[in-house]
């Protein structure tokens, strides 16, 4: 027994100590106890003996008892340690062990074998306590590692709490989203609270009251914290208790995961959402998409414009062919979806593989009734795959380019008209180098089109024309304007030939002068009608590389709207076949100001009407929603969920997506693109009046010239005529005077068979008959220029008669063949303050418009009186008439009831505004199968 106890003494030294002093005092007890006994019997038995010999008697039986005493408790103690020996030895061993545990390790631990009884029994327990102790110790330190590892290694932030609120443990990895150090938070319990963000403290605190009573566990909490720096994060929160096998609270263990990035893709996708929704819907080419069964997924308003047909009733149907053929058939994106076009040209007359997308289809042609109109229409059909490349629908494009077909029909006429025009046409570059001349020029100058190609307008040069002219040419069209004048040239086999010319300078958009255009015609009416043509063409080229460029802007807004078509966020509830709301997501509960329990569980009808949406047009797949008394408008759109391999219906999944921006940009730009053509179909027909104005002022002042010198050698011809007959009569009076009978004979009968008299009569007719038409001529040369007006820039009297038979005259191939003209005029009319050549516009639309709705031969009436301060002009005609339900629509502009393609309905709302410009006020009275009358009203004192 080595062991020593603090005291300094082994156990088994204490004990024999103890037994040995309880055993001397026992026996100084019984020694006191005999002492006294023997004091007495002593006094009693020894009375005479005297106290030196009662003390030496004491000293001599002290000596022995003490001797005894020793004796005794040596031999006690002797027998004492031997037994507490063999008793102490064991239980001494087992405490020293115990108390070195702490020094060893492994099985150096256990107590050794071979203790008996209650000790060998006492080992045994204590190295089954100390094997589970190892096992313990063992899964705990394996326990802390392995949360350790995964706390440190992974991105969220762990921690445990105690239940007085001190921070038990913090992953490191706290530094990295918080900007806090792990020690930071165990100085600073609160910590964990301040870094909150203050609107989300409420739901903080009260998150862990609404812990699961099952499973201990909260619900997962979205919210902001903010960090060292200021920054705020989201984070999505996760806690539970944690209580010990007892039952008893011991603290809350939680973790934070940053869902930053998260967050800003959700807000990115919603972005991108609602950038893809507005593009879609704002899109000017009119879109449609099918899904793989062939459904309408996507009709755009351009399309709903176009067709006539909403996109209510076409998303989730199949009936995407109804909006351009009168029976089922399919359309290139059904083509795509069934990857079967073996039937392509069977169904389109022009159709071809797309020239931009792979796998993609075009196709394009008339088709008579889209949207109530005759239209031509391209289309381009592109498949639409996911990221491993697998078809999940179709869309298609269409465009109405009816009028780009149309100008390139009217292009390939006047690129006709150019090319066999009777003018000579030359285009040359700025220096004067020829690139085009038409056949007229080859027929005319004799050089082929090959070999005059490349050179320059000098090789026509005779020498006969002036330096100064070329000079003044030059110096004319350098300057931008357009050159009139004569040239004396010569041909390729050297004759010389005389031309009016024309040269007019070409300029692109940037007004730079790029070509020169002649027109050299011996006749002047034929020069200005090719010019005119020329201009006409540059000006559709002109809209045409603008509508080119149109094209390129959609086709890149396409390609745009494609690479954002996955991006998609909205409102959406997930319901179960009954209709109760089983999910949604945040956006809904944001809306609707209600938590996520209060939503789900709920009918969805129920949940709109709580939420104050009401909902309409609903056909079991979309539908329209109202908010907040019709100022916010939703589509709402449902698709059933099936269980996979069945029909079985087990849910329908609603998503809603506010529709109010875009139905008022819509709607403006309806507006502003209606009153947009407006404008521009009235400045387009005003600038066609004056050409024609200009062009009918040309023609009256060329043809003045040569028409007064034909009618003065008419009147010339006559007089000589005359001369000629009284000579011939002179000369046979003469010979009959001679009486050369032979002579007078031989000439009467050569007169008899040359006809002579009757050429002398016929030739004072033809005479006649030419003065008629050269004065008819005259007229018409006169009317042409009061008809145009072209120095009239600005207002001045005119006589309203006189404006009226201009016009007449004008009309008068158009008229004759169809109505009589009655004339009922007030000679007495004053003139009136206006533009006479817009006046002379009203009457040539309404009298051209007399005349076309006569049928057979009618009567056409025209009548002025004045009233008043007033000026009345009636135009009436006894044609067809005009249906009631037209006539509040004839002002209309674009609106016709003449077939498509036979008229603009834009002349009476160009006429309208010209005599609403003027002051005044006009009507129309008509009646079926009786005819219409309209009446112009024109004010006398109107101030312009």
Same mark, same amino acid.
């Given at each position: 027994m080595k062991s020593i106890d603090p005291n300094g003494l082994t156990l088994r030294t204490r004990f024999t100590l103890y037994a040995v002093l309880l055993t001397v005092a026992a026996m100084a007890l019984i020694s006191v106890l005999s002492f006294i006994l023997f004091d007495n019997q002593l006094n009693e038995n020894f009375a005479g003996v005297s106290a030196g010999q009662i003390h030496e008697l004491l000293h001599a039986t002290g000596i022995g008892v003490v001797s005894a005493f020793a004796g005794i408790a040596l031999l006690a103690a002797l027998i004492i340690w031997n037994v507490?020996? #063999?008793m102490m030895t064991p239980l001494q061993q087992v405490i020293n062990h115990i108390g070195s545990m702490s020094a060893k390790q492994g099985k150096a631990r256990f107590l050794p074998q071979g203790f008996e009884g209650e000790l060998g029994s006492l080992a045994q327990v204590f190295n089954s306590l100390v094997e589970d102790f190892d096992y313990h110790q063992e899964v705990m330190r394996l326990t802390q590692q392995t949360y350790r590892i995964v706390a440190e290694f992974t991105d969220e932030v762990a921690f445990w709490r105690d239940a007085d609120n001190s921070i038990q443990f913090?992953?490191?990895?706290?530094?990295?989203?918080?900007?806090?150090?792990?020690?930071?938070?165990y100085a600073q319990p609160d910590l964990l609270d301040r870094i909150i963000h203050p609107d989300y403290r409420v739901d903080w605190d009260g998150h862990t009251h609404k812990a699961d009573s099952a499973t201990r566990k909260s619900r997962k909490l979205e919210l902001k914290i903010v960090t060292k720096n200021g920054e705020e994060r989201w984070v999505s929160h996760l806690c539970h208790e944690v209580h010990d096998d007892m039952g008893n609270y011991r603290g809350k263990r939680g973790n934070f995961t940053d869902i930053t990035p998260l967050r800003r893709m959700q807000q990115l996708m919603h972005d991108q959402k609602a950038f893809a929704e507005g593009l879609i819907n704002n899109a000017t080419v009119p879109i449609f998409v099918l899904d793989p069964e062939h459904r309408v997924i996507v009709w755009n308003s351009a399309l709903e414009n176009l067709s006539g047909i909403r996109a209510e009733e076409m998303l989730g149907t199949t009936r995407q062919w109804q909006a351009f053929y009168p029976q089922q058939r399919p359309v290139l994106a059904d083509l795509l979806l069934s990857k079967d076009i073996s039937c392509l040209n069977d169904l389109y007359q022009s159709s071809r593989l797309s020239q931009h997308i792979q796998g993609g289809l075009q196709s394009e042609g008339w088709f008579d009734n889209v949207g109530g109109q005759r239209r031509y229409l391209f289309f381009d059909a592109a498949p639409v795959v996911d990221a491993k490349g697998r078809p999940v629908a179709a869309i298609e494009t269409l465009l109405d380019i009816t009028d780009r077909k149309l100008a390139e029909e009217e292009q390939r006429k006047l690129s006709w008209a150019v090319s066999e025009n009777p003018c000579s046409i030359v285009i040359t570059d700025p220096q004067g180098n020829i690139e085009y001349v038409n056949k007229k020029f080859c027929s005319l100058t004799g050089y082929a089109y090959d070999e005059i190609v490349g050179q320059n307008q000098r090789v026509l040069k005779s020498g006969e024309t002036p330096t100064e002219v070329y000079r003044e040419l030059w110096r004319t069209i350098t300057s931008g304007q357009t050159?009139?004048?004569e040239f004396h040239n010569r041909k390729k086999n050297g004759e010389l030939?005389?031309?009016?010319?024309?040269?007019?300078?070409?300029?692109?958009?940037?007004?730079?002068?790029?070509?020169?255009?002649?027109v050299k015609e011996d006749i002047t009416q034929r020069k200005i009608n090719e010019q005119e043509l020329a201009k006409s063409r540059e000006e559709l080229q002109l809209k045409h590389s603008e509508l080119s460029e149109l094209f390129a802007q959609v086709e890149s807004g396409r390609r745009e709207w494609e690479d954002t078509m996955d991006s998609l966020s909205e409102m959406v509830l997930i319901c179960d076949q009954w209709g109760c709301v089983r999910r949604c997501n945040r956006a809904v509960c944001t809306f609707a100001m209600l938590s996520y329990e209060q939503i789900v569980g709920v009918e969805c009808l129920e949940l709109f009407s709580r939420i104050g949406m009401e909902i309409s047009e609903y056909d079991g797949k979309s539908?329209?929603?109202v908010y907040d008394n019709g100022q916010r408008h939703f589509e709402l759109l449902s698709n059933t969920l099936k269980q996979i391999g069945s029909d079985e219906i087990r849910g329908v999944v609603v998503t809603i997506h506010e529709t109010t921006e875009l139905l008022k940009v819509n709607e403006e730009l309806q507006k502003a693109y209606a009153e947009l053509q407006q404008t521009q179909a009235q400045v387009y027909q005003q600038e066609k009046m004056a050409s024609i104005g200009q062009l009918a002022a040309g023609v009256a002042h060329e043809i003045n010239n040569p028409m007064g010198f034909i009618s003065s050698n008419l009147s010339t011809m006559g007089k000589y005529m005359d001369k000629i007959n009284v000579f011939e009569t002179a000369v046979i009076e003469a010979l009959h005077g001679l009486g050369d009978v032979g002579a007078v004979a031989t000439l009467t009968e050569? #007169? #008899?068979?040359l006809k002579i008299d009757f050429i002398l009569e016929d030739i004072g007719n033809l005479l006649a008959e030419s003065l008629d038409g050269a004065e008819r001529v005259r007229r018409i040369v006169q009317d042409l220029k009061s008809f145009s007006h072209v120095d009239d820039t600005q207002c001045k009297p005119f006589n309203i008669n006189d404006c009226l038979e201009t016009t007449l005259n004008m009309l008068r191939n158009e008229i004759k063949y169809v109505a009589e003209v009655e004339r009922d005029y007030d000679s007495d009319l004053p003139q009136l303050n206006c533009y006479p050549q817009q006046l002379n516009q009203v009457f040539m639309n309404i009298l051209a418009n007399a005349a076309h709705a006569i049928v057979g031969h009618g009567v056409i009436g025209v009548q002025t009186r004045r009233q008043g301060n007033d000026i009345i002009i009636r135009l009436s005609d006894s044609g067809k008439g005009i249906a009631p339900e037209n006539l509040s629509r004839i002002f209309e502009p674009f609106f016709t009831t003449k077939e498509v393609g036979k008229g603009t309905g834009l002349g009476l709302s160009i006429s309208y505004d010209i005599v609403k410009k003027h002051g005044g006020e006009m009507s129309?009275?008509?009646e079926l199968g009786r005819g219409t009358t309209f009446t112009v009203k024109l004010p006398l004192d109107h101030a312009f």
């Open positions: 507490l020996g #063999r913090m992953s490191a990895n706290c530094l990295e989203v918080t900007g806090y150090a792990e020690s930071e938070f050159w009139h004048g030939f005389w031309e009016l010319v024309s040269i007019s300078p070409v300029k692109d958009e940037q007004d730079t002068i790029t070509h020169y255009l002649a539908g329209h929603l050569l #007169r #008899r068979k129309v009275e008509s």
